[in-house]
T-cell receptor
């Protein structure tokens, strides 16, 4: 079964600083990868999803970006953080080829922007 | 655009009760529906996955049903325990996964 690693687990950054959150997947190949954000007391917002290397679909404004340099690596970035970027960021994957499409999550990265 | 709604937003029950959590969605053309559990400050744990061709799935004390035509799913928890206290989320797959806001469940000893 697949395992999703996210780091860092927690991060405190000043407004205007850059961001890089990393996600790697083990135990599967050619997964669909997702970045979600969960703000305090709110549901999950889909930020980006990727069906393959270099293929990124965006659901949010351009303060955030995502990249997929390798099949099982997904990176969430920002050049200048805003206060509103604070939240709990979750990476997820589905294993579609020959699988059920079940979504699995990492343990999340908690970002606080001050 | 798919919208997913979960009712109630919060639920508190005494230990031992059977309970039902509800999930509704606006676009019935889904591939599957999935129920998750989230403990505070943690990631999501998959509980049950129902494919679009299925009507229900069971795992232990959990039973999830799907009525695609009416855009509804229910998660039934039998004989609830304090350890079941968590937020329960449903998500539907229309090529990307859309989540409800969740139901926060508290089971009191």
């Amino acid at each position: 079964s697949q395992t999703i690693h996210q780091w860092p687990a927690t991060l405190v950054q000043p407004v205007g600083s850059p961001l890089s959150l990393e996600c790697t997947v083990e135990g599967t190949s050619n997964p669909n990868l997702y970045w979600y954000r969960q703000a305090a007391g709110r549901g999950l917002q889909l930020l980006f999803y990727s069906v393959g290397i270099g293929q990124i679909s965006s659901e949010v404004p351009q303060n955030l970006s995502a990249s997929r340099p390798q099949d099982r690596q997904f990176i969430l970035s920002s050049k200048k953080l805003l206060l509103s970027d604070s939240g709990f960021y979750l990476c997820a994957c589905t294993r579609l080829a020959g699988g059920t499409g079940e979504l699995f999550f990492g343990e999340g990265s908690r970002l606080t922007v001050l | 655009k798919q919208e997913v709604t979960q009712i109630p937003a919060a639920l508190s029950v005494p230990e031992g009760e059977n309970l039902v959590l509800n999930c509704s969605f606006t676009d019935s053309a889904i591939y599957n529906l999935q129920w998750f559990r989230q403990d505070p400050g943690k990631g999501l744990t998959s509980l049950l996955l129902i494919q679009s061709s299925q009507r229900e799935q069971t795992s232990g004390r959990l039973n999830a049903s799907l009525d695609k035509s009416s855009g509804r799913s229910t998660l039934y928890i039998a004989a609830s325990q304090p350890g079941d206290s968590a937020t329960y989320l449903c998500a539907v797959d229309n090529n990307d996964m859309r989540f409800g806001a969740g139901t926060r469940l508290t089971v009191k000893p």
